[in-house]
Nanobody, 124 residues
Framework: QVELVESGGGMVQAGGSLRLSCTGS????????IGWFRQAPGREREVVAV????????YYADSVKGRANISRDNAKNTVHLQLDYLKPEDTALYYC?????????????????WGHGTQVTISS
């Protein structure tokens, strides 16, 4: 079992950048693929980016491709999500999640552990 805590959210103007962090504890963090999801009010939770346990495999949703970079430091039990050229439509609650069952999953049901989220608000 692993516990996840997100940080780094906030309010920025459109065109700006944020670096979100996901820190794990209580388990073998390096054994888990980590995904970032987001949920805007009235919308389904959607995948943003995923990184495999060792960091070699990554996935980006089309909505953030070219504007996002996911990375991990297993020595620090941390995964980062860098978001650049932010848009108002990026406004959402961002969650990180861990999957011990798959290499680089993208479905919500493939993730076993979730953090509580960090709010990202982009003003126009």
């Amino acid at each position: 079992q692993v516990e996840l805590v997100e940080s780094g959210g906030g309010m920025v103007q459109a065109g700006g950048s944020l670096r979100l962090s996901c820190t794990g504890s209580g388990g073998s963090f390096s054994r888990y693929a980590i995904g970032w999801f987001r949920q805007a009010p009235g919308r389904e939770r959607e995948v943003v980016a995923v990184i495999s346990d060792g960091g070699a495999g990554t996935y980006y949703a089309d909505s953030v491709k070219g504007r996002a970079n996911i990375s991990r430091d297993n020595a620090k039990n941390t995964v980062h999500l860098q978001l650049d050229y932010l848009k108002p439509e990026d406004t959402a609650l961002y969650y990180c999640a861990a999957s011990g069952r798959y290499y680089r999953p993208t479905q919500r049901s493939s993730f076993d552990y979730w953090g509580h989220g960090t709010q990202v608000t982009i003003s126009s």
